[in-house]
Nanobody
Framework: QLQLVESGGGSVQPGGSLRLSCVAS????????IGWFRQAPGKEREGVSC????????YYADSTKGRFTISRDNAKNTVYLQMNSLKPEDTAVYYC?????????????????WGQGTQVTVSS
């Protein structure tokens, strides 16, 4: 059974950093593209970043380019999202999801498994 567990969320001041982790179990991570999504209260889910199964193709939303870095360690079955220069508008629940394809997608419906989410709050 595919399972994903996120961790690393928390509360930080604007300009701060957090590193989110997404650990997979029940399947070899290197068969899946992994996406990070977020959803703020009252807003639609947004694709934040995605990395292909090999790590050779990466996507960032315009709102996160230059501030967020996605990476993966397939040997550890883990994908990371390093978030720097955080802004209040980054506040949301962050989810990782697994897509059984090489390439990424921004369409949440194309992902086969989702984690439970981790809260990120950016506030002074």
């Amino acid at each position: 059974q595919l399972q994903l567990v996120e961790s690393g969320g928390g509360s930080v001041q604007p300009g701060g950093s957090l590193r989110l982790s997404c650990v997979a179990s029940g399947f070899p991570l290197d068969h899946y593209a992994i996406g990070w999504f977020r959803q703020a209260p009252g807003k639609e889910r947004e694709g934040v970043s995605c990395i292909s199964s090999s790590g050779g193709s990466i996507y960032y939303a315009d709102s996160t380019k230059g501030r967020f870095t996605i990476s993966r360690d397939n040997a550890k079955n883990t994908v990371y999202l390093q978030m720097n220069s955080l802004k209040p508008e980054d506040t949301a629940v962050y989810y990782c999801a697994a897509r059984p394809r090489y390439y990424c997608s921004t369409r949440g419906g194309e992902y086969a498994a989702w984690g439970q989410g981790t809260q990120v709050t950016v506030s002074s």
